[in-house]
């Protein structure tokens, strides 16, 4: 306590956030995703599910989510989903359109063929439960639609570039005793001149938490050098280094696949090189007259990022 205290005179109060973060690929669980679909052909009517002949459809997605996940202070609370590939189980969605006198043929056929969904969002804040609130946008990769009328041309709508509407979503991703979980729901609506349809549900997956990569930072003092030491990062990465003096935030950095748990970060220095066990460092100089400021540091490399150092330069 007395050492606590005494560094706490001096301004030399230091914060190290002990996990790290990651660009992660959660395993879709088709068990636990259960969609819906529904559809109505333009000046034909509502489809019904072949064989059931319920309005709204069933089915299960497998595949998988791309989010990365960054923690503040050990917990996960800032994420992005950077895409999905769901593909439905079966393959094959089949809707008919009965026709009113019974013993025609149905007015239509339809045939939602191969679809794969994707799902992104903005940058979110995750919460001590692991709930989080964002915008979402969500379409197909992939899948047709076929309509084929009883009188008339068929059809084809090409699902894949297709997208709804920005929508907020509200999901839960957590770190369970070292396996990330996540579940992000997902309602797709295409409004197309000759259909209308949507599919809802749950993407649920799961992936193994990867071990820590670590930034420390020694004392900082204003006019003399300061260290950067990075270990347990991939082998011969190139490795940047941000700072942030406004704190914690949930940014997302594109251009490596992932999202840093600061507020306005800011490049410093060149880039680094890791060496085969994965450490690196960098020496950079701390500029004169910042006494008294609070800084804090993350590293970042394609798809991964370090724990967050907060520090007060001496």
């Not at 019904?48 to 709204?56: A, I, K, P």
């Not at 593909?87 to 809707?95: D, E, N, R, S, V």
């Not at 920005?166 to 996540?182: F, H, K, L, R, S």
């Not at 840093?260 to 490049?267: C, D, E, F, G, R």
């Amino acid at each position: 306590m007395k050492l606590f205290s005494l560094a706490a005179l001096v301004g030399a109060a230091l914060i190290l956030a002990p996990a790290a973060s990651a660009q992660y690929t959660l395993d879709i669980d088709p068990g636990a995703s259960s969609f819906t679909w529904s559809a109505n052909a333009a000046a034909v009517g509502t489809v019904q599910e072949c064989g059931t002949g319920n309005t709204v459809g069933s089915f299960q997605v497998d595949g998988t989510m791309s989010v990365a996940l960054d923690p503040h202070n050990g917990a996960l609370s800032c994420g992005k989903l950077y895409g999905s590939q769901g593909f439905t189980i079966p393959t094959l969605l089949c809707g008919r359109i009965p026709n009113p006198i019974p013993f025609l043929p149905d007015l239509a056929r339809i045939e939602i063929d191969g679809a794969v969904m994707d799902a992104q969002t903005a940058p979110f804040d995750i919460d001590a439960v692991g709930d989080f609130t964002t915008m979402a946008v969500l379409g197909f990769t992939a899948g047709v639609v076929t309509i084929d009328p009883f009188v008339g041309e068929t059809t084809v709508i090409p699902l894949a570039g297709l997208q709804g509407e920005p929508t907020p979503i509200d999901g839960n991703i957590v770190d369970n005793a070292g396996t990330i979980e996540g579940s992000v729901p997902v309602d797709i609506v295409i409004d197309t001149p000759d259909m209308f349809f949507s599919l809802a549900g749950t993407l649920v997956g799961s992936a193994p938490a990867i071990a820590n990569f670590s930034l420390n930072v020694g004392a900082l003092t204003a006019g003399t050098d300061g260290t950067f030491d990075v270990s347990g990062a991939d082998a011969n990465a190139v490795c940047h280094l941000a700072y942030s003096t406004t704190g914690a935030g949930c940014t997302a950095v594109d251009f490596l696949n992932t999202v840093v748990s600061l507020n306005a970060p800011v490049l410093v220095g060149a880039t680094i090189t890791t060496d085969a066990a994965g450490s690196g460092s960098w020496t950079l100089p701390i500029p004169a007259g910042t006494t008294g400021v609070t800084v804090s540091f993350q590293a970042s490399h394609l798809d991964r990022t370090s724990n967050v150092v907060t520090t007060t330069i001496l």
